[in-house]
């Protein structure tokens, strides 16, 4: 604390002001409640990470093996492909550059095309290279007997029917495959299907795990329509109604989350203001109250204002202990004050304090009105519109003085009843003038309290 001392002395006074602890306690209870109340989600949320990973590899794995097999119908394509572009065939543009991150129906679809476009070329290269043979021998042998040309023709007809059996057993693997393609479609969709299922069903539960007690008639009503309804819905209805059971389930838990919270806080300030009489607390304290009734909505900003009342009554408990305080120190000191000096030395103009010794002129102002410090400055009584004569400036400037050499006594007076003074500004004597003041108190409104606390010490006794 800080003051100034001399021509007029401002002090200051030690004083610490206590939180209001049950409020912050009560604040801390709710953000403890709101804490578990994310771990739980967190630890929900995690473990359906884990599952949505292992769901990832096992797709990762059928992924892999999809462009395996993929690889290998590229491979016979490009090999046949070849071979049918030697005899002149015309080879179809075929999907031969996908990769491996492809959709499985796209890596399906095309192996498909290749193991269908390879058995093709295939047919068409054996006949073509046949026929080829075959008309090439016959040129040759145009000339030979026709025992050889009917052995000749023979072996024709052997090869052809021999090329009949190739394409057959071609287009047997090729239903073959395309038979095990549309069972590994299934299969993939029946995964997924299942996938699908247990992973709504967990979303479903986890989301009725988190409905409070306190949930709502309206929010209960909607819930149990849900539940009603999802053995009846459809896919894309079922994902939609899932999505709103869960938004209701986690809104129905954050509200309740949020009025115990509100409740604690309201029960905190109630607390904290017990016994606090001030207009502002009993306002305070009856909207807490009204909220814990049921009678009126939560105002956020109450354990604030609660705060703020508890350190204004406290800051002026410590201005009232300090001005006791004084008065005691100056009455000790031989000073004689007003009735009502604890009141007016924290009001805006202070209070005055006389002594004997000063004469009937002068008079020391004391002046609590500044939070925690105190400042004192000689006054002299009398019109504020006339100038000071030289006369009276050295009047005041030795009344001055007098406060100077009387300053360590009222210290030390202060400090012995637990008033502690620091001296942060000090106005030496004549450095500014002396403040006129049209009335101290003196007259019928001046009481010597020492004189009277002496007198009623011996009529008691």
Not at 135 to 160: M, N, P
Not at 411 to 434: C, F, K, N, Q, T
Request: charge should be negative; hydrophobic fraction near 40%; include cysteine.
């Amino acid at each position: 604390m800080s003051g100034a001392a001399g021509g007029g002395v401002e002090v200051a006074v030690g004083a610490a002001i206590a939180a209001p602890a049950l409020v912050a306690a009560g604040v801390a209870y709710g953000v403890a409640a709101g804490v578990n109340f994310a771990v739980d989600s967190i630890a929900s949320a995690w473990e359906d990470r884990e599952r949505l990973v292992e769901l990832q590899r096992k797709q990762m794995q059928i992924q892999e093996g999809r462009f395996q097999q993929y690889n290998q119908a590229v491979a016979a394509f490009q090999e046949t492909a070849g071979l049918a572009a030697s005899v002149g065939l015309q080879v179809p543009g075929l999907p031969v550059h996908l990769t491996p991150d492809a959709p499985l129906d796209q890596l399906q679809d095309a192996m498909v095309q290749l193991q269908t476009a390879t058995a093709r070329l295939q047919r068409e290269y054996d006949a073509a290279s046949t026929y080829a043979v075959a008309q090439a021998t016959r040129a040759a042998l145009a000339h030979t007997s026709t025992d050889k040309a009917q052995r000749i023709d023979d072996e024709i007809d052997v090869a052809e029917r021999r090329i009949a059996s190739q394409e057959a057993e071609s287009d047997a693997q090729l239903r073959n495959a395309q038979l095990e393609v549309l069972q590994l479609r299934v299969r993939a969709v029946a995964d997924r299907v299942r996938a699908v299922q247990q992973k709504q069903q967990e979303r479903i539960s986890a989301a009725l795990a988190g409905i409070p007690a306190d949930v709502g008639p309206d929010v209960r009503q909607r819930i149990d329509h849900w539940l009603a309804a999802i053995p009846d819905l459809t896919e894309e209805r079922l994902e939609a109604a899932i999505i709103d059971l869960e938004t209701l389930c986690g809104r129905a838990a954050s509200d309740s989350a949020r009025r115990a919270h509100d409740e604690e806080a309201a029960a905190a300030v109630v607390t904290a203001l017990a016994g606090c009489a001030t207009p502002a607390a009993l306002e305070i304290t009856r909207r807490a109250q009204e909220y814990l009734a049921g009678s009126s909505t939560w105002d956020p900003d109450l354990p604030n204002k609660a705060r703020a009342e508890l350190q204004r009554i406290t800051k002026d408990l410590e201005s009232l202990a300090a001005a006791e305080i004084l008065a005691e120190s100056f009455l000790e000191l031989g000073y004689e004050i007003g009735p009502d000096f604890e009141t007016a030395v924290v009001g805006s103009d202070g209070a005055f304090v006389h002594h004997a010794d000063w004469g009937d002129t002068h008079a020391l102002q004391v002046d609590l009105s500044e939070g925690e410090r105190i400042v004192l400055q000689v006054v002299r009584e009398g019109d504020p519109s006339t100038a000071a004569s030289s006369r009276e400036r050295a009047d005041d400037e030795a009344a001055e003085q007098r406060l100077c050499d009387e300053l360590e006594e009222i210290l030390s007076a202060a400090g012995d009843r637990g008033l502690r003074i620091d001296i942060d500004v000090r106005i030496d004597p004549g450095d500014e003038p002396v403040t006129r003041v049209r009335d101290t108190g003196r007259g019928t409104r001046r009481v010597r309290r020492a004189a009277q606390d002496r007198e009623q010490s011996i009529e008691e006794g």
